[in-house]
Nanobody, 123 residues
């Protein structure tokens, strides 16, 4: 059974940093999982992809809005995926979700989801 648990959210001022963690377990290639991704959803908006990383080769993919500010990384030893978020902006405020599935940053390509962690950036 695939399980994903996010942590690390919180409140920060614009320009600050946060590091999100996703503890992943139970995933294998037999589930069709090739990537772990981070997604976000702000109130009244659709869920959007932020970044994704391949579990085999570590290839990464970022949304244009976060490229150069966010970094996704994979820690195989701890079965964890991290999202380092720097130079945060108020528009980054959202619930952030970790998900497992096919690669890319299209939420419809991901079948397994965590419960989310809230990120709030104040101006």
């Amino acid at each position: 059974q695939v399980q994903l648990v996010e942590s690390g959210g919180g409140s920060v001022q614009a320009g600050g940093s946060l590091k999100l963690s996703c503890a992943a377990s139970g995933y294998t290639y037999s589930y069709g999982i090739r990537c772990i991704g981070w997604f976000r959803q702000a109130p009244g908006k659709e869920r959007e992809g932020v970044a994704a990383i391949g579990i085999a080769l570590g290839g990464t993919n970022y949304a244009a809005s976060v490229k150069g500010r966010f970094t996704i990384s994979l820690d195989d030893a701890n079965d964890s995926v991290y999202l380092q978020m720097d130079s945060l902006k108020p528009e980054d405020t959202a619930m952030y979700y970790c998900a497992a599935g096919a690669c890319g940053i299209d939420p419809t390509e991901y079948n397994y989801w965590g419960q989310g962690t809230q990120v709030t950036v104040s101006s």
